[in-house]
């Protein structure tokens, strides 16, 4: 794709989020930002800095990748944002048996150095350090799942980093599953498919990140299959992520589920405190910010969820005092997140509030959702109390069905899947979500 074409669309995407982000912020963070690349369904955006780049990633990505997908045409689009000074690429030589060589791009920050290890991810460092150090031995395929922003991607490209610089003599390979679709549609396009099989089964370390996007996807499921077999076959390690564990992505086969469940799975939960304080202290510590600690136990304490809006608010609070020169006190921390941490409300967010919202919002009654109704004017609403109770809250599946009138937990996940795939489809139905998650969390 044309380096002019893409300015174009990065002139676009600027000009509409004048309507969302001030001038000041505009001119502060995306200062010489530009698109660099398109390769299928992902897109490069180049930033001035490492600072730059990660507020941009924990404040501004959801808006950025919205605002794209509306230019571009494209539902699935992801953003992989780079420094400019910074771009570590990694070869993975010999990849293919033709001699062809890919390049492996991988965050230089993700590392094992870099990852900080506590109760909530302890076992599953340990197995990722011990296929990485052993490829094929144990742990094969190693099944690593845990919600948003709580380490899995990182842990994933550790050992991408691992294997490269230690057993370079490896064949490594690491792709999200919507590129192993897009590759596989383009190779039935071109009539490739020889080529394709021979680029995914000539390595010796495959890993495959959001294997829950294969679900409905019968052709890639297929070829996912045969190419787990070959590898498998080969004893070659395959790792594999995923936000939930195999036996509950729904419309997977259940011959790929099995397979999945041959080796080790283990997931991450949410940072305890003492982890969140740690993972500010590293944070801090790489990007030389000075914080005193009792602002980072300030932190700690308001976000015990998502590891990415810890560390947003960390550089949120650096980014404030460094432009405007004024002594950090906790005070200022709490006037600075006062609305990303909505301090002025503590009140918890549980499933009766989420239902409580949401049946007022459509004119109904609480009860309306726990019903045994189907009409669409209440499982529409009761699939949008369902996707937000799995979105806002820490319970279980099996527990939020149990609180829409005993639903079991594949009632929950399809509701959940249907609104999450529908945001790509339905433009009022962004609105509506953002309307209910701001009347939920300032209740």
Not at 82 to 110: F, H, M, R, W
Request: glycine content about 4%.
């Amino acid at each position: 794709m044309s380096v002019n074409y893409l300015d174009l669309v990065w002139q676009k995407v600027l000009a509409i989020l004048k309507n969302y982000i001030s001038a000041s912020a505009l001119e502060t963070w995306f200062h010489n930002a530009r698109l660099i690349d398109m390769q299928g369904n992902t897109i490069v955006l180049s930033v001035a800095n490492e600072f730059a780049r990660d507020y941009i990633q924990s404040r501004y990505y959801l808006l950025l990748q919205k605002v794209l997908q509306k230019i571009l045409g494209q539902s699935s689009l992801k953003i992989q944002i780079i420094c400019s000074s910074s771009l570590d690429e990694i070869q993975a030589n010999n990849l293919v048996d033709n001699g062809t060589n890919y390049s492996l791009y991988l965050n230089p920050k993700y590392t094992f150095d870099s990852f900080v290890v506590g109760n909530s991810n302890r076992f599953a460092h340990a197995a990722c350090l011990a296929v990485a150090e052993s490829p094929a031995s144990s742990y094969n395929p190693l099944f690593i799942y845990g919600g948003v922003g709580l380490g899995k991607t990182h842990l994933m490209q550790a050992i991408g980093h691992y294997v490269c610089n230690n057993l370079p003599n490896l064949r490594v390979l690491y792709i999200s599953s919507e590129k192993f679709t897009n590759d596989l549609i383009n190779a039935i396009r071109d009539e490739q498919t020889e080529e394709f099989r021979a680029k995914y089964r000539n390595i010796d370390v495959l890993l495959i990140d959001d294997i829950q996007f294969l679900a409905k996807k019968e052709a890639t499921q297929e070829e996912f299959f045969h190419t787990f077999n070959h590898l498998y076959g080969a004893n070659k390690q395959i790792i594999i992520s995923s936000d939930r564990p195999p036996k509950e992505i729904p419309t997977l086969e259940d011959r790929l589920r099995s397979r999945f469940e041959w080796g080790l799975i283990t997931d991450i939960q949410p940072p305890d405190f003492e982890t969140r304080v740690a993972i500010l202290r590293k944070k801090a510590s790489l990007d030389n910010i000075n914080i005193p600690d009792e602002i980072m136990f300030f932190i700690a304490q308001k976000i015990d969820a998502n590891i990415r809006e810890l560390e947003g608010a960390l550089l949120r609070i650096a980014a404030y005092t460094s432009f405007t020169k004024e002594e950090l006190t906790l005070e200022l921390a709490e006037e600075i997140l006062q609305q990303a941490l909505n301090l002025s409300n503590p009140k918890p967010i549980t499933i009766k509030l989420i239902q409580d919202t949401v049946a007022n919002y459509f004119n109904l009654r609480p009860e309306d959702l726990k019903a045994k109704k189907r009409s669409r004017s209440i499982s529409y609403p009761r699939q949008i109390a369902m996707y937000l109770c799995r979105e806002l809250t820490d319970n279980s599946l099996p527990k939020i069905g149990a609180e829409f009138g005993g639903r079991d937990h594949t009632t929950v996940l399809h509701a959940y899947d249907k609104i999450r795939n529908e945001l790509n489809t339905n433009p009022s139905l962004p609105q509506i979500l953002s309307e209910l998650r701001q009347q939920i969390t300032n209740q």
